[in-house]
T-cell receptor
Framework: NAGVMQNPRHLVRRRGQEARLRCSPM?????VYWYRQLPEEGLKFMVY????????ESGMPKERFSAEFPKEGPSILRIQQVVRGDSAAYFC??????????????FGSGTQLSVL | GQQVMQIPQYQHVQEGEDFTTYCNSS?????IQWYKQRPGGHPVFLIQ?????EVKKQKRLTFQFGEAKKNSSLHITATQTTDVGTYFC??????????FGTGTKLQVIP
């Protein structure tokens, strides 16, 4: 009974490179969230996706950041031309999305992105 | 969008003392969820409250949702070192987007 799987756990990039973070939701879950967390800070909402659909991307920077959740395969958070300020832990969470507004989230272990 | 504030930001307690964190919103919340994140770990769901004035207990943890559904609290009785971590409240608004509070980091001194 696999939980939410994120990879890689740690990702090191140089400034200007691209970062791709992957998230496979729990089996049977069709909704995925991405959150960003800086050290000693809270969880900042970035984007909320359904299969093949972005529900809410109000927390995601307009430039360099994009997210997708294709019909097949994991959800991808893509950061182009990374800068040092992108260094953070990125958490993915999934929910069943059964239409109930009171759903709980299951989190992955996160990807720690370090930009040199 | 919804903004949820938590106080205190940090709390140090002696093992065996009680601990309370408070969550406040300027708008009425449809529900409140609580999560715990251990140091170096990921958030883990603890509980959800939906009804006005609702109180739920999990062993030494007591969760309360305010009558006006604008605030919530988490109280831990007789803290243990295993309670160390950051406690977040969260709430979902339209389209199920879940917004997290600022968190309270708990340190328990043995």
């Amino acid at each position: 009974n696999a939980g939410v799987m994120q990879n890689p756990r740690h990702l090191v990039r140089r400034r200007g490179q691209e970062a791709r973070l992957r998230c496979s939701p729990m089996k049977g879950h069709s909704h995925v969230y991405w959150y960003r967390q800086l050290p000693e800070e809270g969880l900042k909402f970035m984007v909320y996706l359904q299969k093949e659909n972005i529900i809410d991307e109000s927390g995601m920077p307009k430039e360099r950041f994009s997210a997708e959740f294709p019909k097949e395969g994991p959800s991808i958070l893509r950061i182009q031309q990374v800068v040092r300020g992108d260094s953070a832990a990125y958490f993915c969470a999934s929910s069943s999305g059964q239409g109930n507004t009171n759903e709980k989230l299951f989190f992955g272990s996160g990807t720690q992105l370090s930009v040199l | 969008g919804q903004q949820v504030m938590q106080i205190p930001q940090y709390q140090h307690v002696q093992e065996g003392e009680d601990f309370t964190t408070y969550c406040n919103s300027s708008t009425t919340l449809s529900n409140i969820q609580w999560y715990k994140q251990r140091p170096g770990g990921h958030p883990v769901f603890l509980i959800q409250l939906v009804k006005s004035g609702e109180v739920k207990k999990q062993k030494r943890l007591t969760f309360q949702f305010g009558e006006a559904k604008k605030n919530s609290s988490l109280h831990i009785t007789a803290t243990q070192t295993t309670d160390v971590g950051t406690y977040f409240c969260a709430s979902s608004g339209g389209y199920q987007k879940v917004t997290f509070g600022t968190g309270t980091k708990l340190q328990v001194i043995p």
